[in-house]
């Protein structure tokens, strides 16, 4: 059997984008589905080093800046590729890309599939949002498939009139045998590495420090919350743009017991440090750190946003509060942090939710299915 040719078209290589491609081309079948990754490695936290490691898994990689979304001249060279490379079908992932690569699919009349990742018109409330719109209305008549990666980004999608034959819903997924629960012996000696006394109660959220991640509000929300929980601390993992003014603030409110600790090569042992984990973010694709602390049997205090709404359960496997609301946040992590029992319930159900419906087989299988769709839709 040939395979299925498929590009990949990313600019956005870095954070829950970079890691789903990742994911994704690591684990499909190279008997079925050959990929080759069209790459712009631009942004200054962009994945190099793992993203060309692909290579060494025998998936091609060819790296085409796309520093203009605008730009003839990367269209023009990526259809050369696309030709050269006998791609049979096009996946372009992100904005940027998505536009790149649906303007370059349908030169060569290849079928176009579309991750978004969060759509663009999600990201902003101004004047922005009815011209993201249309820009995606437009671009949808190019695109074969449309992925939502939560059933909430498919809501808006459908609310923002992206016709709904075209949208199909893949959750991101993670491995949950590399995200288990940590003992009480391996949340001890996680805990004692990082200086936390048994006795404290540890607030921790791990993300990228830029605006969509909400950080801010919980800062916000910690002004009011630490005082009252002389044994809490907020522990943030995590690097990024809005570092030094995120310490700033904590200088200049006089947080007391709130730590920056920078990124991270072992999640999992900041996920076996906490007791609840937190992403107060003001917008979401399918964010794979509430993944993978849930996998880790943690309480999620989440903002009520598309992806968020997908992953948790309500006063079950976490607490949901309105976006932009440190008052209910602060709310919400007071009731957990007064209740063990109520944390340890709740963790587990986290745990088992991702094993049951978040697994990273599922979301490969449901993607390599649509290839198949896509292939004997052009090929009848």
Not at 51 to 65: S, Y
Not at 293 to 307: I, Q, Y
Request: net charge neutral; aromatic share 6%; glycine share 6%.
């Amino acid at each position: 059997m040939t395979p299925i040719r498929i590009a990949h078209i990313v600019e956005a290589t870095v954070g829950g984008v970079a890691r789903h491609l990742i994911d994704l081309t690591s684990h499909l079948d190279q008997a079925e589905c050959s990929c080759t990754l069209y790459l712009s490695l631009q942004r200054p936290d962009s994945w190099r080093d793992p993203l060309r490691a692909l290579a060494a898994r025998g998936i091609a990689i060819r790296e085409l800046p796309m520093t203009c979304v605008t730009s003839g001249a990367t269209v023009r060279q990526l259809v050369s590729w696309l030709r050269q490379d006998e791609i049979d079908i096009v996946h372009a992932h992100s904005a940027r890309g998505g536009y790149v690569g649906r303007l370059a699919a349908d030169q060569l009349g290849l079928p176009a599939i579309y991750t978004p990742h969060a759509f663009p018109f999600q990201r902003t409330t101004d004047w922005r949002r009815p011209f993201y719109r249309l820009l995606e209305r437009r671009m949808a008549v190019q695109t074969t498939r449309i992925i939502c990666v939560s059933e909430g980004e498919r809501d808006e999608a459908l609310m923002a009139g992206l016709p709904a034959e075209r949208l199909r819903v893949i959750p991101n997924g993670i491995d949950a045998d590399v995200w288990p629960a940590p003992t009480s012996m391996q949340r001890a000696s996680a805990r004692r590495a990082l200086h936390i006394a048994p006795t404290d109660l540890v607030i921790g959220a791990l993300a990228r420090l830029v605006p969509q991640k909400g950080i801010d509000l919980l800062l916000s929300s910690a002004v009011e919350l630490l005082p009252d929980f002389p044994t809490a601390r907020v522990l943030i993992w995590g690097d990024g743009p809005m570092r030094k003014s995120l310490e700033r603030k904590v200088r200049q409110w006089q947080l007391p017991r709130t730590e920056f600790l920078g990124a991270t090569s072992s999640p999992w042992h900041a996920y076996a440090a906490m007791d609840v984990f937190t992403a107060p973010s003001r917008w979401e694709g399918a964010p794979y750190a509430v993944l993978e602390a849930m996998a880790c049997g943690l309480p999620v205090v989440a903002s009520a946003v598309a992806g968020h709404t997908d992953y948790l359960e309500d006063n079950n496997t976490g607490l949901l509060v309105a976006p932009e609301t440190p008052d209910l946040l602060d709310g919400a992590l007071r009731s957990l942090l007064v209740d063990a029992e109520r944390r340890e319930r709740m963790g587990s159900a986290a745990h088992r939710r991702v094993q049951q419906s978040f697994t990273l087989q599922k979301m490969v299988e449901q993607t390599a299915e649509q290839y198949r769709e896509v292939i004997a839709e052009v090929t009848h």
